[in-house]
């Protein structure tokens, strides 16, 4: 079994790009994704899919957000507090977060996509194919 | 901007028990998921929910699957190769998994859940609200 003091080593394989370096767009809710040249054959096929997960690294925290466990729901000190688990809080002992965003185009080694709810040069650890595009919702 | 040789810790906050540590549930979809004590306050509040993310990092697969980009859909061989990201195989550069479970029940640090895709003894990584019990699909 598992040992408590173990750990895992996460090395980023992107990051996110400010909308601005792409050309073509300049709907804010547009970011591009750019993977490391060197992780862009992952990528191959993605484009069949109309949505994708995209996990990151909230690498802006102080490191000792990451001993915090209760948190008012929204950052809304009005509301009462509850545990980091029961909510999508940045806040959390392992700060990643999860985004499910619809897939615009990928153009080599950078994905524009929709709905990304992360700043600018955000670490990139995972991408996860969601949905195809001739699925129904 | 981040550098290329960065890289982030993770620690378990937990990890997946067998259903036969559930003395009232025998079915083999049913899991537990135990948080470590001194993480049991990020719990509080989860009952609320009827779904929760699990993200959990799959332990036992040998570190050079890291390095794999290309995998056969589903592991078969007949299939053609495809990007590691435009699927959910475990193998990836960071092998992380996700899985949207059903919360059962919490006992204190444990969660019985369904629908929980992982192994026995893996480590759980982090632990997000899903789908509250009042709202409908």
Same mark, same amino acid.
């Given at each position: 079994?598992?040992? %408590? &003091? &173990?750990?895992?080593?996460? =090395?980023?394989?992107?990051?996110?790009?400010?909308? $601005? *370096?792409?050309?073509?767009? *300049?709907?804010? @809710?547009? =970011?591009?994704?750019?993977?490391? /040249?060197?992780?862009?054959?992952? %990528?191959?096929?993605?484009? *069949?899919?109309?949505?994708?997960?995209? +996990?990151?690294?909230?690498?802006?925290? /102080? $490191?000792?957000?990451?001993?915090? %466990?209760?948190?008012?729901?929204?950052? @809304?000190?009005?509301?009462?507090?509850?545990?980091?688990?029961?909510?999508?809080? /940045?806040?959390?002992?392992?700060?990643?977060?999860? !985004?499910?965003?619809?897939?615009?185009? #990928? @153009?080599?080694?950078? +994905?524009?996509? #929709?709905? %990304?709810?992360?700043?600018?040069?955000?670490?990139?650890? &995972?991408? =996860? !194919?969601?949905?195809? =595009?001739? $699925?129904?919702?």
């Amino acid at each position: 079994m598992m040992e %408590l &003091d &173990d750990s895992f080593q996460i =090395k980023p394989i992107g990051y996110l790009l400010s909308s $601005e *370096d792409s050309s073509d767009d *300049d709907n804010s @809710d547009v =970011k591009i994704v750019e993977v490391f /040249p060197r992780f862009q054959a992952g %990528l191959e096929g993605i484009e *069949d899919f109309r949505t994708i997960w995209i +996990l990151f690294w909230l690498h802006n925290l /102080p $490191e000792e957000t990451r001993s915090v %466990l209760r948190v008012h729901a929204q950052g @809304d000190r009005s509301k009462p507090l509850r545990g980091v688990f029961a909510t999508h809080s /940045p806040i959390r002992p392992n700060p990643i977060g999860i !985004s499910r965003v619809t897939l615009i185009r #990928r @153009d080599a080694n950078r +994905l524009l996509v #929709r709905g %990304l709810d992360a700043h600018l040069g955000t670490p990139v650890i &995972d991408i =996860k !194919s969601g949905q195809r =595009k001739n $699925e129904t919702s």
